[in-house]
């Protein structure tokens, strides 16, 4: 019997940006890993959890670890722009990558100016972020998530285009169509504790136009 194909019925919206965003392979990408005993780390962490009360993890000690790495070496802290042209960025901001729906789909928590933050106060920020985005408040969010959700198929890559140009390139901010200036940070810090994966290896997001991810 021949195999036979339907469309895919509730795909959320992140799985259809992602189907829309990325083209065939053309350009190069180089990964790097480094192994580091995280065992001083780890009982820093449970310390601060005992002194704070907070809900302090993995994922905020490497934010904050990027945005001082950052901080400290501001010539990687810029953004591809029209067709190639780098420009410095004023601040370190991040990008962090939120599972939500129940894991079914994906957002992301920007935190910005995060060179300037200590720990906490990213874990502080981290969680409003995450809180909101999570229970619908968010209302950018909210918004391009609807009408992502509502878009033919067909209709989404041109639309994620045009969003890339109007965001990224011109930097225009049009929050109520869900449209925010500059939507991502370059750096991401994602939340790999949620996946059976020690080493995964993320394509980069072309929204980034980042010449470094993390």
């Not at 005993?37 to 490497?62: F, P, Y």
């Not at 041109?158 to 109520?176: A, G, K, M, R």
């Amino acid at each position: 019997m021949a195999t036979t194909f339907s469309p895919l019925a509730g795909a959320s919206p992140f799985r259809r940006i992602a189907a829309s965003m990325w083209s065939r392979p053309s350009d190069p990408t180089i990964y790097g890993f480094l192994d580091v005993d995280v065992t001083t780390t780890l009982e820093h962490i449970q310390a601060l959890r005992r002194e704070t009360g907070k809900h302090i993890t993995m994922t905020h000690v490497v934010a904050r670890a990027v945005a001082a790495a950052f901080e400290e070496h501001p010539e990687l802290n810029a953004k591809v722009r029209f067709w190639g042209r780098l420009e410095q960025r004023s601040t370190v901001d991040l990008t962090i990558s939120v599972s939500t729906q129940d894991g079914k789909d994906l957002s992301a928590a920007r935190i910005d100016d995060a060179g300037t933050m200590s720990l906490l106060e990213i874990v502080e920020e981290v969680g409003s972020n995450v809180a909101q985005t999570r229970a619908g408040e968010d209302e950018t969010y909210e918004r391009s998530r609807n009408t992502l959700a509502t878009l033919p198929w067909w209709m989404v890559r041109p639309v994620l285009w045009l969003t890339d140009i109007v965001s990224n390139e011109f930097q225009l901010h049009f929050p109520t169509l869900g449209c925010p200036g500059i939507p991502l940070a370059p750096r991401s810090s994602p939340m790999w504790a949620c996946l059976a994966s020690t080493r995964p290896l993320r394509p980069s997001c072309p929204w980034g136009d980042a010449p470094c991810c993390c």
